[in-house]
């Protein structure tokens, strides 16, 4: 594909990304509507409160967990029904389904929760949670209408609450709270819950219908099967082929290939993930309910060990997959010794972040698309949310280590030349190998009369075409067939050099670049010259004969041009 036509796609993508995904967000602050308060914040507003209204004396170097907590079933609800306009003008101010759940921990092993408005800093519920309740109180909270009638009694003198707009549904929770129901409408089939425990608890919950609660376990459930099936079985399957072609292949690559890739991959996201230990939280707990510690340390545990499996499954994937392509003759990931590094790198880096803004609008739309065509909507996540980050800013940093570093595409050459190979049309042989014929003629590897004269002085044909990228072969020896790729790059300096080669050599090498990688090509007759085989020693052994007896006017530099050009 031309720079052109990625650049404009790009561009398209980018556009549509921009009006469907970031403006829509950043639109509120435009207009000055409020935005969200810091951890930091939460955490001072709910130690005043707990100062205020129950004599805790606790500073702000106190103990304190903060979460971003919020009920995700109501916000699908909510999207499903289109309700989200009469909550936010009715309910949000009061009843939000996202809040700062900030627990305070007492020297005495107590917890209290303090449930915060994310935008107002209002206090909007809170819990307190002591000693486990005796044979005797458990025995008294089972008289429903004793408790009930209690509550109701109590939330008369909280001033922030009008106890006539509150009915009791007759049961309780496990813990022992009443459950009162507001008798406001306005959310279709789905109710505000108030949960009283005079003197404990005293917050709220959204009660939705029975049927779209079991939509929602069976979409979940649905969705852990996809997660299995799709994702946790691949990935197994790919880590064994890994494994098994990096064992295969070892003798084209090394195994400190993808070492750097695995470790950063490793580091950065278990970082990430212990930046993202309140999220864990949020996905263990919920809107009233406080996570144990213990938990949450299991939950991380749990998913380190994850990361460091889905390391080595990138490591083994690097070292496999680099000697899979060499053994084919092809270099997808260049190393940096290599003279072609820096452009290979930035020509991938462009179309790579090209591409992804085309996969950014183009999700944007599929999305939207389905949304409208498939009745399919979303709730919240709080587990994953930037508010339940310690350092909200190594987000962008983590993400960078999804690039693909073998996407590494070939480089756009500036010398163009017209190829004479078309007045030959019975040498003529198409697809890519033309192609590869125009890119060595480009390059100075192949001299373009090459492809007019006939046959050589000393009988063999001229030039053939090669499996190897831009480098046609001269020596009959390659009808055997060999995918090696050092053997190849040994028969790529067999062809004659005359003073076409030579004055082509002047002009697209003036700095003499091929000199810099003359020590990988006393690599490759190296390790050609240590392989067990005895077509390895037998080509290597021929490779130093003719290089000593100057045979076919054996170039060093040409040589080292192939090695440019197929690294």
Same mark, same amino acid.
């Given at each position: 594909m031309r720079s052109s036509k990625w650049a404009t796609a790009a561009a398209i993508g980018l556009l549509i990304f921009l009006f469907m995904q970031v403006l829509p967000a950043i639109i509120p602050a435009i207009k000055g509507e409020s935005a969200a308060i810091g951890r930091? !914040? $939460? =955490?001072?507003? $709910?130690l005043a409160y707990a100062s205020e209204r129950w004599g805790m004396d606790l500073g702000e170097g106190s103990e304190a967990t903060i979460t971003h907590v919020g009920d995700d079933r109501m916000a699908a609800y909510m999207t499903k029904? =289109?309700?989200?306009d009469e909550y936010d003008r009715d309910w949000d101010a009061r009843y939000p389904t996202d809040v700062y759940a900030v627990d305070l921990h007492a020297a005495d092993g107590?917890?209290?929760r303090v449930s915060v408005h994310m935008e107002t800093g209002a206090v909007v519920g809170w819990a307190r949670v002591g000693d486990a309740m005796t044979d005797a109180e458990k025995a008294a909270v089972r008289d429903v209408e004793a408790q009930t009638a209690k509550a109701l009694a109590w939330l008369k003198t909280q001033p922030e609450f009008d106890a006539s707009s509150w009915e009791p549904i007759g049961s309780l929770t496990e813990g022992g709270s009443v459950i009162l129901q507001s008798r406001k409408t306005g959310l279709s089939d789905a109710h505000l819950q108030l949960l009283v425990q005079p003197d404990k608890v005293l917050t709220y919950r959204y009660a939705l219908p029975v049927s779209f609660a079991e939509e929602i376990a069976k979409q979940r459930k649905i969705a852990d099967k996809l997660s299995m099936t799709g994702f946790l079985l691949p990935q197994i399957v790919m880590f064994v082929l890994a494994v098994i072609y990096a064992a295969a292949c070892r003798g084209w690559t090394s195994f400190k290939r993808g070492l750097f890739l695995s470790a950063a991959f490793f580091v950065m996201y278990a970082g990430f993930m212990f930046n993202l230990r309140p999220g864990l939280r949020a996905s263990s707990s919920g809107m009233n309910a406080i996570a144990? !510690?213990?938990?949450v340390t299991a939950l991380l545990v749990t998913n380190v060990v994850i990361l460091f499996i889905q390391a080595l499954l990138t490591y083994f994937a690097a070292v496999g997959g680099d000697g899979l392509w060499r053994s084919m003759g092809r270099s997808l990931w260049p190393r940096w010794q290599d003279a072609d590094y820096g452009i290979?790198? =930035?020509t991938a880096m462009k179309q790579g972040y090209m591409l992804a803004v085309i996969l950014? &609008? $183009?999700?944007? /739309? /599929?999305?939207t698309v389905l949304g409208l065509l498939l009745g399919s909507y979303y709730g919240s996540d709080p587990s994953q949310s930037a508010y339940n980050m310690y350092y909200p800013w190594l987000l962008p940093p983590a993400r960078l280590v999804r690039g693909h570093l073998g996407g590494a595409a070939d480089p756009l050459l500036r010398h163009r030349a017209r190829s004479q190979m078309a007045r030959r049309p019975e040498r003529l042989? /198409? &697809?890519r190998r033309w192609l590869r014929y125009r890119r060595a003629i480009r390059l100075g590897v192949v001299p373009r009369a090459d492809f007019d004269r006939g046959p050589a002085r000393d009988g063999r044909m001229g030039v053939r075409p090669c499996r190897l990228r831009g480098v046609p072969l001269a020596d009959p020896v390659h009808r055997a067939h060999d995918h090696r790729r050092s053997i190849r790059l040994v028969y790529a300096a067999?062809?004659?050099a005359g003073r076409h080669f030579r004055a082509r050599r002047a002009r697209f090498d003036p700095d003499g670049r091929a000199d810099a990688v003359r020590r990988t090509v006393v690599r490759q007759y190296r390790r050609l010259r240590q392989r067990p085989s005895a077509g390895g020693r037998r080509v290597a052994d021929r490779l130093a004969a003719r290089t000593a007896a100057g045979r076919d006017g054996f170039d060093r530099r040409h040589f080292a041009l192939a090695e440019l050009e197929n690294c």
């Open positions: 930091s !914040e $939460a =955490k001072r507003i $709910a029904h =289109k309700l989200t107590s917890v209290d144990a !510690e213990s938990d290979r790198i =930035k950014l &609008g $183009a999700q944007s /739309v /599929v999305l042989q /198409v &697809g067999f062809r004659p």
